[in-house]
């Protein structure tokens, strides 16, 4: 079992929709947890970081991280498509180490 | 956000060569810097941790001495792909994280092209 799941998608969606994009995991000991996008040949792009369980909301970016489920979630309102790109989840338990999931590829439409 | 600058965004070498990439952390110190390759429609590859000052840790099945992992300073690590061949072509990837600032940045890549 991977130690991080995530639906490669690709999720297509249009534009002005609520985007949902999701991570489980399997290791409880994971409490740092993070989300990028990342457009084609570039590097990942920090969008939200989120310490232990709770949401967190930055302008039209809502995470949420729920331990007891071991389950993450990124929340995408009023979506454009320049918000088109791949979203990757990661986590860590002690930041030694890192563990990503394979990336959502979404796409919002015009 | 901090920024971590890698350069070059892209590189053509010839097969035989060795090609550098370098890392830096501009604006904090990056106490561990990691180094990954990603294939076409594919999630990042691990190759090697660095903490500064001492040897790099690599992957299982990623051959050191192929490439080559300095962490010489606080803002500056490089991999250094040796002998370059075809097969070594792909985007490679540096990320830094610093002890004070708690979050994993990462550089914007390099696409190795090998002739």
């Known amino acids: 079992q991977k130690e991080v799941e995530q639906d490669p998608g690709p999720l297509s969606v249009p534009e002005g929709a609520i985007v949902s994009l999701n991570c489980t995991y399997s290791n409880s000991a994971f409490q740092y947890f993070m989300w990028y996008r990342q457009y084609s040949r570039k590097g990942p792009e920090l969008l939200m970081y989120t310490y232990s369980s709770g949401n967190k909301e930055d302008g039209r970016f809502t995470a949420q991280v729920d331990k007891s489920s071991k389950y993450i979630s990124l929340f995408i309102r009023d979506s454009q498509p320049s918000d088109s790109a791949t979203y990757l989840c990661a986590m860590s338990a002690s930041f030694n180490k890192f563990y990503f999931g394979s990336g959502t590829k979404l796409n919002v439409k015009p | 956000g901090a920024v971590v600058s890698q350069h070059p965004s892209w590189v053509i070498c010839k097969s035989g060569t060795s090609v550098k990439i370098e890392c830096r952390s501009l604006d904090f110190q990056a106490t561990t810097m990691f180094w990954y390759r990603q294939f076409p429609k594919q999630s990042l590859m691990l190759m090697a941790t660095s903490n500064e000052g001492s040897k790099a840790t690599y992957e299982q099945g990623v051959e050191k001495d192929k490439f080559l992992i300095n962490h010489a300073s606080l803002t500056l690590s490089t991999l250094t792909v040796t002998s370059a061949h075809p097969e070594d072509s792909s985007f490679y990837i540096c990320?830094?994280?610093?002890?004070?600032?708690?979050?994993?940045?990462f550089g914007s890549g390099t696409q190795l092209s090998v002739l």
């Open positions: 990320s830094a994280y610093g002890q004070h600032n708690e979050k994993l940045f």
